[in-house]
């Protein structure tokens, strides 16, 4: 089963930065277009921001265009959303997920635990 785990969330002030990690497991994550989604206290699931399978493409929610930027280490297996400017706003729960494409925004599987992000003073 194709599996993928976040990691790297916590508590931070606003202002402050984080990087989150969404790692495969038992298989390689080169072919494999990913998305995160965020999903905060009593608010649907939205996503954040994609990358394709070379890296070469890439798209942000209006929310977070600016401050935060995805990337992509094929070599480690691992894409990465660094979070910069962080807001109260960013709160959420941060899952990554994969995607048939990022123009489509349609996603396949199941989520992940995800890692909780809690931007607070």
């Known amino acids: 089963q194709l599996q993928l785990v976040e990691s790297g969330g916590g508590l931070v002030q606003p202002g402050g930065s984080l990087r989150l990690s969404c790692a495969a497991s038992?298989?390689?994550?080169?072919?494999?277009?990913i998305g995160w989604f965020r999903q905060a206290p009593g608010k649907e699931r939205e996503g954040v921001s994609c990358?394709?399978?070379?890296?070469?493409?890439?798209n942000y929610a209006d929310s977070v265009k600016g401050r935060f930027t995805i990337s992509r280490d094929n070599a480690k297996n691992t894409v990465y959303l660094q979070l910069n400017s962080l807001k109260p706003e960013d709160t959420a729960v941060y899952y990554c997920?994969?995607?048939?494409?990022?123009?489509?925004?349609?996603?396949?599987?199941?989520w992940g635990q995800g890692t909780q992000v809690t931007v607070s003073s």
């Open positions: 997920v994969f995607m048939t494409s990022c123009s489509t925004g349609v996603r396949f599987g199941s």
């Open positions: 038992g298989f390689t994550l080169d072919y494999y277009t």
């Open positions: 990358i394709s399978s070379s890296g070469s493409i890439t």
